[in-house]
T-cell receptor, first 111, second 114 residues
Framework: GDSVTQMEGPVTLSEEAFLTINCTYTATGYPSLFWYVQYPGEGLQLLLKATKADDKGSNKGFEATYRKETTSFHLEKGSVQVSDSAVYFC??????????FGAGTRLTVKP | DAGVIQSPRHEVTEMGQEVTLRCKPISGHDYLFWYRQTMMRGLELLIYFNNNVPIDDSGMPEDRFSAKMPNASFSTLKIQPSEPRDSAVYFCATKRAGSTDTQYFGPGTRLTVL
């Protein structure tokens, strides 16, 4: 079945470092792709999404490009802040109902 | 908007007891989802409703789990009897109708079964 695989964490970076969290997907069709973020003690929040190949989603300095040729949707940010410390989830869905989430990647940013 | 409201935020119970988790969706949202999050299995969709009707309950682990949505403003997830392996964070999420709309998650209920 359709699924998402993301890099295992935890990831620890210093403030202002460059961030990449890898995400690859397996899909029979052409799903939408998402990145969600979960801050401590809270539910998941949508960070960004892309609905078709070559689309770039962006929000709060984060961005990810839907790459059909490599079946990837890697999350990047040029300069992380301590406040970006959270767990990041990659996900796919065809209809925004049946969401398939990756295992999550914990990011810790140190001052 | 108050967002998705879940109660209780934390629940500690003993094995064999009945547990009821509650969710109040965002007003106007037609879909409601129940998820379970554990370290071992990650985030799993248990069941979801559209206009108060269960659409897909294939993720419900076993008959001990049941979910209801008696009206557009309220849903429950019940575990009876509870077991230690049910310990997890349970999230409720809701969204409007339409395939492009996003799911909005509540803060979750952390359940511990002793």
């Amino acid at each position: 079945g359709d699924s998402v695989t993301q890099m295992e964490g935890p990831v620890t970076l210093s403030e202002e470092a460059f961030l990449t969290i890898n995400c690859t997907y397996t899909a029979t069709g052409y799903p939408s792709l998402f990145w969600y973020v979960q801050y401590p003690g809270e539910g998941l929040q949508l960070l960004l999404k892309a609905t078709k190949a070559d689309d770039k989603g962006s929000n709060k300095g984060f961005e990810a490009t839907y790459r059909k040729e490599t079946t990837s949707f890697h999350l990047e940010k040029g300069s992380v802040q301590v406040s970006d410390s959270a767990v990041y989830f990659c996900a796919l869905s065809y209809n925004n109902n049946d969401m398939r989430f990756g295992a999550g990647t914990r990011l810790t940013v140190k001052p | 908007d108050a967002g998705v409201i879940q109660s209780p935020r934390h629940e500690v119970t003993e094995m064999g007891q009945e547990v009821t988790l509650r969710c109040k969706p965002i007003s106007g949202h037609d879909y409601l989802f129940w998820y379970r999050q554990t370290m071992m299995r990650g985030l799993e969709l248990l069941i979801y409703f559209n206009n108060n009707v269960p659409i897909d309950d294939s993720g419900m682990p076993e008959d001990r789990f049941s979910a209801k949505m008696p009206n557009a403003s309220f849903s429950t997830l019940k575990i009876q009897p509870s077991e230690p392996r049910d310990s997890a964070v349970y999230f409720c999420a809701t969204k409007r109708a339409g395939s492009t709309d996003t799911q909005y998650f509540g803060p979750g209920t952390r359940l511990t079964v002793l």
